[in-house]
């Protein structure tokens, strides 16, 4: 396994733990590392996986929602919502090409969810990758302007105030999902 797919492994799991503890960030990297093992490239590139999807989380909320016909965030599967939010993440400002994040995408669900979950996730990623504007490098090759960037300083979040205060917070934003009451 390389490091990058290690990376994205830890990754996705700390987005499901943020997803369903609705603690802070820090506190779930905290408790996570003190059990996960890994190098300092792999956590350092599974950190900044995992803290750029949390400050984007609200905005990767709206793209995948978008993108998924007929399927509301709350309905999605833990995992799967937060495969989504890993591969958008990295489809708007990471720098693997999109083939390789579908790829992974595609991977980390045949590994972590339902037989089900490798075409959704793979179908909505695919659908956010052919809307979204075109990178700086292809941009550039076509002779058009480029809008996608490698920074999420685009997205709203960013510039509503202080990013590193918008992580301290981006716990409370989770989206929350509905529980049916249990019938008496």
Known sequence: MTLRRKSREFALQLLYQWDQRREAPEIIEEHFWAEARATGETRKFAHE????AVVAAPELDKLITAHAANWRLERMGAIDRSLLRLGAYELRFGTAPAKVVLDEAVELAKSFSDAAAPAFVNGILDAIHKA??????????KGEPAE??????KFEHAKKGDPAKQVATAHTK??????RKKKE
Do not use: D, N, Q, V
């Not at 996608?148 to 300083?153: C, D, G, N, Q, Y």
């Not at 989770?174 to 529980?179: E, F, I």
């Open 174 to 179: 989770a989206p929350k999902t509905k529980r």
């Open 148 to 153: 996608k960037s490698a920074h999420p300083e």
């Open 49 to 52: 996986l995992f803290m750029g």
């Open 132 to 141: 979204s504007p075109p990178t700086a490098e292809i941009a550039e090759e």
